[in-house]
């Protein structure tokens, strides 16, 4: 039921984008292969549901961002850590990290490319670029965010290393931080999987609508497009259940 | 309660003071090199103006910071950084909110080398004294404020540690609330003895619960006068004797505020 409450927005927003994209179907009077209308789109996508093309290429997808995405868990949830609680670590890396920064994911695909070709690697490595500083920023955000009282707390009852210190109250108290990190993080990985696969690919949703505009077939991108937004709320509610876990409130 | 034996340790700080130099390189003296003892056992609350270093004082006892002269010792031991011997309670209740109620008051056990089962009874013996038994399994955010320093005084007192330091505990509290924490304090304290030392704002508070009441000067902070509770517990708000021991306090107290704020010492007529 509750599923059901959060949904009513989302079916409402769609019904209004559809309603705007007809209208605007009715006043331009584009081509079909230019602009599709939406009710010839919805059939298009509800094609690439039955004959399995849709699952195959978001299964291609999905494959590239979460082994991405686990990769860069796995590196920058302990840099983070590490950067937080060491000011050495932090003096050294950080200057690294914030020059890395601003540099767009997209901006990597031709070294990519060059360095790894069009295969697999090229565009875990990519995500990995996408995925890795949300991950480090709200990592070390959510350690130096730890209230400092806890940490006497901790300290006056019992904890009297810092390794005992860490596990017991200040990775617990940085998790929902860390968490938010790695939602944001699966999220600029989704988006950026779809435009390295724009530029090099054979699968994937990316690909599916690269293919639909060498083809001139507009209704296939918008069906691709629908797909990938619909799949990036969904993955996103899945992290967001995962995270109200962690969600405990002021103390 | 036989199963843990008893025990509480002796303070004794000698000369001790306190300077913070803050990064423009001016510096603040919050404590003026300050000599108290406090026996086993016994109850002393603190009370003077803001900012005349009490918090200071007990953050050195604790173990949270260094002095910049004297020392501070609990049990003719020198403090050198916290320890779960000496527990202490805070103003804002520090409970870890990831944990229930139970597993807060269980924490200090652990590093005790106690089983499962010896740490939930005595939690659950702690959670009784304060009446929280049934919010064992709550979350800290779906308590109260008195409720969550309930947990917290139930936590420091199950790690049994030889002295308590308790930085003015009920002052984020209503009045009722207030009364209610003061009771079940005596409670919990009344049952194991242990060394106390409260710091407060509240002169009736201060008066309420301690065997010895410390009035601290302006800043930088001194010990200005040192006065003996003689009277039984538990004590009337209403009765002479408690008034005349309160108006007592009010007027060192009030010299002292009037030295903070400016003013003369007639200017503050307390009730």
Redo the contacts between chains.
Sequence with gaps: MQFLGHSVPYVLALLAIGTVWQIAVWISDASVAILPPPLLTLATLWELVVTGELAKHTMASLSRVVSAWGLSVLVAVPLGLLMARSKMAERLLDPVIELFRPISPLAWIPLAILWFGIGETGKIFIIFVATFFPIVLNTISGVKGVDPVLIRAGRVLGCNNEGTLFWRVILPAAMPTIIVGLRIAFGTGWAAIIAAELVAAQSGLGYLIADGMEILRSDLVMAGMIAIGVLGVLIDSIFRIIGNQYDWGPA | MTRRDQHSKSIEVVDLGMTFRSDDGTSVKALAPTTLEIQPGQFVAIVGPSGCGKSTLLNVL???LSPSEGTASIGKEAVS????D???V?Q???????LTVLDNVT??L???GLSRSERNEIAMHFLDVVSLRDFADK???ELSGGM?QRVAIA?TFA?NPSVILMDEPFGALDALTRRFLQQQLLKIWSESRKTVLFITHSVQEAVFLADRIIVMTARPGRIKSDFQIELDHPRDFSSDAFRKIEKMVFDSLDEELAKTFGLAPNQLQSD
């Design positions: 604790a173990g949270f950084g916290p320890s779960i000496h527990g202490v805070f804002d209740y520090a409970l870890f909110p990831w924490f200090g652990k590093s005790k979350r800290p955010r969550k936590r790690t």
